[in-house]
């Protein structure tokens, strides 16, 4: 049976969304590679956030809602069991790499390798799941 026109505008929106996120987790690659850990790990968030949001279009048929918020998206989307709980936690850490405080060390100093290489594998393997999910939503519509 041929998709109608409504199922392949959604198909589209999810690829484009997944394409962006993949692109994100590159970025993110790239940063770790030379030693840019705090914007690793900002792109890492909006991979995981995108993806999350393309999950959502998949399961829904709409467009996902305004919000940066991962966990709130992971719920949305029931996938908060699947992500590793360091992954629901990777909005706070964003939040705090790209704003600074009052006082105390600046945003880019709080990012370690550790916390760079850690949350880089996690998204990727995040990004795989997501789109297995994708991929079962789609085949059953």
Same mark, same amino acid.
Request: contains cysteine.
């Given at each position: 049976?041929?998709?109608?026109?409504?199922? @392949?505008?959604?198909? %589209?929106?999810?690829?484009?969304?997944? @394409?962006?996120?993949?692109?994100?987790?590159? =970025?993110?690659?790239?940063?770790?590679? *030379?030693?840019?850990?705090?914007?690793? *790990? =900002?792109?890492?968030?909006?991979?995981?956030?995108?993806?999350? @949001?393309?999950?959502?279009? #998949?399961? %829904? +048929? @709409?467009? $996902? $809602?305004?919000?940066?918020?991962?966990?709130?998206?992971?719920?949305? %989307?029931?996938?908060?069991?699947?992500?590793?709980?360091?992954?629901?936690?990777?909005?706070?850490?964003?939040?705090?790499?790209?704003?600074?405080?009052?006082? +105390? $060390?600046?945003?880019?100093?709080?990012?370690?390798?550790?916390?760079?290489?850690?949350? %880089?594998?996690?998204?990727?393997? #995040?990004?795989?799941? *997501?789109?297995?999910? *994708?991929?079962?939503?789609?085949?059953?519509?």
């Amino acid at each position: 049976m041929p998709k109608s026109f409504a199922t @392949k505008r959604i198909a %589209t929106q999810v690829e484009r969304w997944m @394409k962006q996120a993949e692109h994100n987790l590159e =970025v993110a690659r790239k940063n770790f590679d *030379i030693k840019v850990y705090d914007l690793a *790990i =900002v792109m890492c968030e909006q991979a995981l956030e995108k993806a999350l @949001k393309a999950l959502y279009i #998949a399961q %829904t +048929g @709409k467009m $996902p $809602p305004r919000t940066h918020a991962i966990e709130d998206l992971a719920e949305l %989307t029931h996938f908060e069991t699947r992500l590793d709980k360091m992954l629901l936690e990777l909005e706070d850490f964003y939040i705090q790499l790209r704003y600074p405080s009052a006082e +105390g $060390p600046m945003p880019y100093e709080l990012a370690t390798r550790e916390d760079a290489e850690r949350d %880089t594998r996690m998204t990727a393997d #995040a990004l795989e799941l *997501i789109q297995d999910e *994708i991929n079962h939503v789609q085949q059953k519509h």
